[in-house]
């Protein structure tokens, strides 16, 4: 599980990041916090986005997860455009940590969500990975769907390809995610719930994920314009089997 201090010091970021994000004036449109579990080990996120101009933005996210092999952590980059309504495409960039490991790894690519009708969406996601030490390289590829059932419910569904071909280790890594999130219309806050199923390294295994969330500004929802993009996960299934 998390330490309780650094959990703390955590939700404490995200409490002071609050009224940043709730300041239009200074070019924040909208943010999500996400606090929850996996399986039991503890997880929290945060996602703002900016707007550079009419049409361009700038998302940043910030994850720590808890796993049985110990601590990840995550920094995330999007630079978007918004060239019409109903899509938006750009760059990422993401580095991750695991703690206590001497592990790191970087990822980079392109990404767009595209509207495909009133109440749904669909997000797509390509790029490489590296991680060191090692030097181990992997390409990865995801597609999502969202899916709006009504004013306050949304289904969503996703899956993750992620080839490595090293001496050490030749694996195509795969992971399938459906869940639900619930946020009543109106309100700040939320609830989601998902249950991923992976399979590395000849290994199959499921997950259930809980949480809350926190949507200020303006975020959320199934429309492309509103909706923040995910972080990559192009290591996870491996690393948590403990083979990064």
């Given at each position: ?9 955590v ?10 994000a ?14 929850g ?22 998302q ?10 110990g ?43 595209f ?12 790029g490489l ?15 999502g ?15 993750t ?67 923040l ?16």
């Open positions: 599980m998390v330490p309780l201090p650094r959990l703390a010091a939700l404490s970021i995200c409490l002071l990041a609050t009224p940043i709730a300041q239009s004036s200074l070019g924040v449109s909208g943010a999500t916090f996400d606090i579990a996996v399986d039991g080990d503890a997880f929290v996120a945060i996602r703002i986005d900016t707007a550079i101009t009419g049409h361009h933005g700038l940043f996210d910030a994850a720590l997860s808890d796993h049985d092999t601590l990840i952590g995550l920094m995330d980059g999007h630079l978007y455009m918004r060239p019409a309504k109903g899509r938006k495409y750009g760059l990422f960039a993401q580095v991750g940590d695991a703690d206590g490991h001497s592990r790191s790894w970087g990822a980079a690519g392109i990404e767009g969500m509207a495909a009708g009133t109440n749904t969406a669909v997000e797509l996601r390509g990975a590296l991680s060191q030490p090692g030097g181990w390289d992997a390409l990865f590829a995801d597609a769907v969202i899916h709006g059932l009504s004013d306050s419910l949304s289904l969503t569904a996703r899956l390809l992620t080839e490595i071909d090293e001496v050490a280790l030749s694996t195509i890594a795969k992971e399938a995610r459906l869940g639900l999130e619930y946020r009543p219309r109106g309100t700040a806050w939320g609830a989601f719930a998902d249950i991923t199923a992976d399979r590395a390294d000849g290994i199959e295994t499921t997950t259930l994920r809980l949480g809350l969330s926190l949507t200020l500004g303006d975020a959320g929802g199934t429309a492309p314009e509103t909706r993009f995910r972080a990559a996960d192009p290591f996870g299934p491996l690393f948590r089997r403990g083979r990064l």
